[in-house]
């Protein structure tokens, strides 16, 4: 799974928990009494799972008057992924050369550690599968949908895949999902149906690779502060805490 609270792709990523500035060109002006997000995920990433389930839970600690903005960016850690998905076991042992021992062994930590955040990790899940509809939907609940729709349907896609063992590239599993999260079914349909957002969706997904996200999750606050991992909610906290205090 490569390093400690991380799902990284072939290249090396940076060291997790990560806390520092980004490029400058990324920073825009904000106010000590706010946050502005991006959540790099992926669908398909347990860490990710726990990272905003910590994330979420550290925000909440947060002084009332703290303004949050919270948007979901794409990663693909499996682009090449087909459509009939891959047993987990397998993709495991080819991607990292990892033994059914040591998967046993990880996934018993990653139950843990939801656990104890309140994120169930169930035993249903057994395939990876491709995720970039999911993410041409997420992007499709930011734009159209109302406030909070895109972090209802993360949530609801974490819990369909890893909680349930569902397929998240199954366009019945994410109208479902969709309609869960109180977005519009049939325009949640015939949005995925019609190939919509998917320039925008890879051209997402390039400009955070190209400014070095090599690992999720990754959480860009402000524009220039990257924590990454799934960072226990203290370590979010500190972190964000740390970033009002500079930028007052």
Not at 40 to 51: E, L, N, Q, R, T
Not at 64 to 82: C, D, I, K, S, Y
Not at 109 to 114: F, K, L
Not at 139 to 152: E, I, L, T, Y
């Amino acid at each position: 799974m490569g390093p400690q609270g991380v799902c990284v792709q072939a290249l090396p990523a940076r060291a997790p928990g990560y806390h520092g500035a980004l490029p400058a060109k990324w920073a825009a002006a904000m106010t000590s009494s706010a946050l502005s997000i991006d959540f790099v995920s992926d669908v398909s990433c347990p860490w990710c799972a726990i990272g905003l389930q910590s994330l979420d839970q550290a925000l909440a600690r947060l002084p009332a008057e703290v303004a949050v903005t919270l948007r979901f960016q794409p990663f693909e850690l499996n682009p090449q992924m087909g459509a009939a998905g891959q047993d987990i076991g397998e993709h495991l042992q080819e991607k990292y050369g990892v033994t059914p021992e040591q998967v046993r062994q990880t996934h018993d930590a990653i139950a843990a550690r939801g656990a104890a955040l309140g994120f169930v990790f169930g035993s249903a899940r057994n395939r990876i599968y491709n995720t970039f509809d999911a993410h041409r939907l997420l992007h499709w609940a930011g734009a159209c949908g109302a406030p909070g729709a895109q972090k209802a349907l993360k949530q609801a896609l974490f819990k369909a895949y890893f909680t349930d063992g569902l397929n998240p590239s199954d366009h019945e599993v994410l109208v479902r999902l969709a309609v869960d999260a109180g977005l519009d079914g049939a325009q949640a349909r015939q949005m995925l149906d019609s190939g919509t957002h998917a320039e925008e969706v890879r051209a997402q997904a390039q400009f955070w690779q190209a400014n070095g996200i090599r690992s999720v999750p990754s959480v860009i606050v402000n524009g220039r502060h990257l924590i990454q991992g799934g960072q226990p909610p203290e370590v979010f906290e500190q972190a964000l805490r740390q970033i009002l205090a500079e930028t007052a």
